[in-house]
């Protein structure tokens, strides 16, 4: 009889694997929380089981030898009370009406409904590791309330002790079986666990990949990121939409579906406007008719919906729990990509707002002081104030038609001996300017080097008596090229340097400091600063693993 009693627990074991090894079913046996459809599914499963276990029962002397307790303690343990005491209950009815007035049918329906309930105690107050002993014990235990109570109802009580003393050994020793099924099911559980740790792979793999494409996101970009989604996936169609219109989208039906258009989807409107995501199994979607399948996940930054990843297949019922997993991850992953992208747009157009304010400062700057040295020749030699307003207007020129914030050095330099000219018109004999200059290929900040110029001048030659030297060079140091304006002057005073580098400069003297912060907002360390025992150096290295 016990053989027999391990033939049918083997049938539900087997009848469970086969379950299980359904996609659609093992998400359900998969999942730690369940809805309230899958658990009215999983309570009729085991409901059928446990009533299976009455029909395929061992008539013995009016009793029935059977596993409809092992049915119901195993639900309510794997899958919570609603499932065991409903398991119970239902199993329970059943066995009491299919032989009404039986010696064993009122114990029946008693410890099937208390069955219920203890599984689902167990479920919530048992570790995991230990619910399969707990289950075994319980099982146990309703049995042997059931022979007591055989005893109790019976009459005369001489067949009920018949009937339990055949019946008691076989029927708790068969609880055992609890335990193997707790212990199946809780494996295809742990399965789970490998299946999320492989989607969490392919979702980091798919963002490595995608990730240089996030630094400058636009309609190629994009659509690359797309292309690699629905390759890795193996969708057949992936789209990244913004609140109103398509990005990007690439696969099944790109022709009706091109990037800049309109999003027209009633569904993708709506869990752009609700934030929820979408999931739809088997639809037939109005713009594609073949796409059958369908996830829409809401992109959000700041929790603020910024648009929605779309995938799409043609076959029905592709969108698993464990790709839905995957992809909620992912598109998690691309929000906080796009959103690092958009910041770091936002902090380049800072610089280069900064630079262009630098620069404007710089403007001013230096046309006062030209046409100082202008107002000055006009009186002595009104021939060369009139060479010197030509080299104005030219250099003036030039600066106004400059678009870009690098030019090339030798165009940079031009300027400077632009500069220099006009200068020594007006202090004559007492500057000097001497150029050191290898041919290098290097573009740098424009009005770099010519304020440094002007800084010398200014504030280092005509601060002393006497002539004054500025020398300029440019030198190719094999690793880096080194840009330096040196004078023979007064020398900067160290206060003023400490200043500079703490970003502590008065607005009237602002010739040295902007091009010390430009130089550190473009190559990331500022000028090098230093006074000489006779004069000062001011130079800044390029790198030539930066040359642009």
């Not at 008691?168 to 609890?178: K, T, Y």
Request: a positive charge; hydrophobic letters at 45%; aromatic letters at 8%.
């Amino acid at each position: 009889m016990l053989v027999q009693l391990f033939e049918r627990a083997a049938l539900l074991i087997i009848c469970l694997f086969f379950i299980t090894r359904v996609p659609r079913f093992k998400e359900i046996f998969q999942k730690e929380r369940h809805n309230a459809i899958e658990l009215i599914v999983i309570t009729f499963i085991f409901s059928a089981f446990a009533i299976f276990g009455t029909y395929s029962g061992i008539h013995v002397e009016g009793s029935l030898v059977n596993v409809r307790i092992i049915a119901i303690v195993s639900g309510g343990i794997l899958f919570g009370p609603w499932v065991g005491i409903l398991t119970g209950i239902i199993s329970g009815l059943h066995r009491y009406f299919i032989d009404i007035g039986g010696i064993t049918s009122v114990p029946c329906l008693i410890t099937s409904i208390l069955a219920g309930f203890i599984s689902g105690y167990i479920s919530r107050k048992v570790k995991k590791t230990k619910r399969w002993i707990a289950g075994i014990a319980a099982g146990m235990f309703c049995e042997v309330l059931t022979m007591l109570l055989i005893l109790l109802f019976a009459e005369p009580y001489s067949l009920g002790a018949d009937i339990v003393s055949k019946i008691a050994f076989p029927m708790i020793a068969g609880d055992v079986n609890i335990g193997l099924i707790i212990l199946f099911v809780q494996k295809v559980e742990e399965e789970r666990k490998l299946i999320a740790a492989k989607q969490a792979k392919l979702a980091l793999d798919i963002a490595n990949k995608t990730l240089p494409y996030f630094r400058s996101i636009n309609k190629d970009s994009l659509k690359t990121i797309c292309t690699i989604i629905k390759n890795d996936i193996k969708a057949d169609a992936v789209s990244i939409t913004d609140t109103q219109h398509i990005l990007a989208y690439v696969g099944f039906g790109e022709e009706r579906n091109k990037a800049g258009h309109e999003i027209t989807s009633d569904l993708t409107k709506l869990a752009i406007q609700t934030g929820e995501i979408t999931i739809r199994n088997h639809i037939i979607d109005e713009q594609i008719p073949e796409i059958k399948c369908l996830l829409i996940i809401p992109l959000k930054e700041r929790d603020e919906v910024t648009g929605a990843l779309k995938i799409y297949y043609r076959k029905a019922y592709k969108i698993t729990y464990s790709l839905q997993t995957m992809a909620i991850g992912l598109a998690q992953i691309i929000s906080t990509l796009m959103e690092v992208s958009r910041i770091e747009e936002i902090q380049q157009e800072a610089k280069k707002a900064e630079w262009k304010a630098l620069q404007t400062n710089i403007h001013p700057h230096f046309l006062f002081n030209t046409l100082n040295a202008i107002a000055s020749t006009i009186r002595k030699d009104p021939e060369k104030a009139r060479q010197l307003i030509t080299n104005l207007s030219g250099f003036m020129r030039f600066n106004l038609e400059l678009n870009d914030e690098f030019i090339d050095i030798t165009k940079e330099l031009q300027q400077v001996r632009n500069y220099v000219e006009i200068e020594k018109a007006r202090f004559g004999s007492r500057l000097q300017v001497e150029y050191d200059i290898d041919e290098v290929a290097v573009q740098i900040p424009s009005l770099t080097l010519q304020p440094l110029v002007e800084n010398a001048i200014n504030h280092g030659i005509l601060k002393v008596k006497g002539p004054g030297t500025v020398m300029i060079s440019v030198k190719d140091l094999q690793k880096y090229i080194r840009i330096s304006v040196k004078d023979t002057g007064a020398g900067i005073p160290e206060k003023v340097i400490e200043r500079v580098y703490k970003d502590d400069v008065p607005n009237n003297q602002i010739g040295l400091y902007n091009v010390y912060r430009r130089v550190k907002l473009i190559y990331g360390q500022g000028l090098v600063i230093h006074r000489l025992p006779k004069g000062t150096e001011v130079y800044f290295d390029i790198a030539k693993e930066s040359l642009r």
